[in-house]
């Protein structure tokens, strides 16, 4: 087992925990939490604000639905984050134009931090 890849590959995948287990060897690695990801969740805006941030429920992989700049009603599902093989679907908190996504299609997202805003 080459360590040094994959702490790099859990760096790259913005992953906190990984564990590896093969036949002979089992290495757990625990990273500390992406402060952009920290931040991002800290800055979330109040619920009177123009923009509401959408943040994750779940770990996983970023599947957007919705596209950037269209109209959303509150409950309808923008993007979906597909965990062990099952997607978990991500809705609009609030009604309003959805402005921006902070991920990519694919992306690797933990647990709060902030996926999409919406202006409301």
Do not use: C, H, W
């Amino acid at each position: 087992m080459n360590i040094e890849r994959l702490i790099d590959r859990a760096k790259g995948l913005r992953l906190t925990y990984l564990r590896v287990a093969d036949d002979d060897d089992e290495i757990a690695i625990e990273l500390p939490r992406s402060p952009i990801a920290a931040q991002q969740v800290a800055q979330q805006p109040a619920s009177d604000s123009a923009e509401r941030d959408v943040t994750s429920q779940f770990v996983g992989y970023f599947r957007p639905v919705a596209q950037a700049g269209s109209k959303v009603n509150k409950g309808d599902v923008i993007a979906v984050i597909e965990s062990l093989g099952l997607p978990n679907d991500i809705v609009a908190p609030s009604a309003g134009a959805l402005s921006e996504f902070a991920f990519a299609d694919g992306d690797a997202v933990e647990y709060g931090t902030v996926l999409a805003r919406i202006k409301v």
